[in-house]
Nanobody, 124 residues
Framework: QVQLVESGGGLVQAGGSLRLSCAAS????????MGWFRQTPGKEREFVAA????????DYADSVKGRFTISRDNAKNTVYLQMNSLKAEDTAVYYC?????????????????WGQGTQVTVSS
């Protein structure tokens, strides 16, 4: 089974930046769609950003477009989320996700794999 491990979360002041990392291990087959969701207690889990493992095409939620940048390092099996101009409403647990041969955003069954999450807290 593929395992995803997030890191880089923490406490940051509003307007600051954080970079999240997600390292994938285990068996992989061809192309993956990878990216990030986030969830605040009492709220629905929401899509944040996605990237194609082979082509590198990206997709962002409107709420983070222009502030967050997703990237990947295929050699390291790692995807990153650079978060700039952070706002209090960005506070959430951020989950890395992966979907085999599809987008984590559009796959009807949802992602195949999930990380355990990393807490991001933005103070206002």
């Amino acid at each position: 089974q593929v395992q995803l491990v997030e890191s880089g979360g923490g406490l940051v002041q509003a307007g600051g930046s954080l970079r999240l990392s997600c390292a994938a291990s285990g068996r992989t087959f061809g192309n993956y769609g990878m990216g990030w969701f986030r969830q605040t207690p009492g709220k629905e889990r929401e899509f944040v950003a996605a990237i194609s493992w082979i082509g590198g095409s990206t997709d962002y939620a409107d709420s983070v477009k222009g502030r967050f940048t997703i990237s990947r390092d295929n050699a390291k099996n790692t995807v990153y989320l650079q978060m700039n101009s952070l706002k209090a409403e960005d506070t959430a647990v951020y989950y890395c996700a992966a979907a085999l041969y599809s987008s984590i955003r559009t796959r009807s069954a949802g992602p195949d794999y999930w990380g355990q999450g990393t807490q991001v807290t933005v103070s206002s």
